[in-house]
C-alpha cells in the first residue's frame, strides 16, 4: 500500500483546509485509516482514525469538534476536514493505514500545514 497525502498549506488561524491521502491498491477498504501530525520539536500525534466502512471514527481531544476524518472508499482516499484552525495545530500531517487501531503498517509522506497567528 502506498499513500499520498495532499493539500496542505498557509492559512489563518480560524480558517479551513481538507487533507486528502490518496491510497493504490485494491485493499483500501481493508484497512483502518488514521491521521497523525508532528509539530516542530514535537514527537509524532494521533489526530483521528475512522474504521474500515466509516462508520466509526475516533479523535484526539485537542481537535475533537474541529476536525472531520472521512473516507471514501470507492476513491481510496481518506480525507481529514480542519475547520477553526489554530496555530497549535501547525505540523505535517502523515496519514496511516493499518489491520489495528494500535498499528500502522503504512505511511504516507506528509504534508505541511502551517497555521499563523
Known amino acids: 500500500v502506498q499513500l499520498q497525502a495532499s493539500g496542505g498549506g498557509l492559512v489563518q488561524a480560524g480558517g479551513s483546509l481538507r487533507l486528502s491521502c490518496a491510497a493504490s491498491g485494491r485493499t483500501f477498504s481493508s484497512y483502518i485509516m488514521a491521521w497523525f501530525r508532528q509539530a516542530p520539536g514535537k514527537e509524532r500525534e494521533f489526530v483521528a482514525r475512522i474504521s474500515l466502512s466509516g462508520g466509526s471514527t475516533y479523535y484526539t481531544d485537542s481537535v475533537k469538534g474541529r476536525f472531520t476524518i472521512s473516507r471514501d472508499n470507492a476513491k481510496n482516499t481518506v480525507y481529514l476536514q480542519m475547520n477553526s484552525l489554530k496555530p497549535e495545530d501547525t505540523a505535517v500531517y502523515y496519514c496511516?493505514?493499518?489491520?489495528?487501531?494500535?498499528?500502522?503498517?503504512?505511511w504516507g509522506q506528509g504534508t505541511l500545514v502551517t497555521v499563523s497567528s
Open positions: 496511516a493505514s493499518g489491520r489495528y487501531s494500535y498499528q500502522y503498517d503504512y
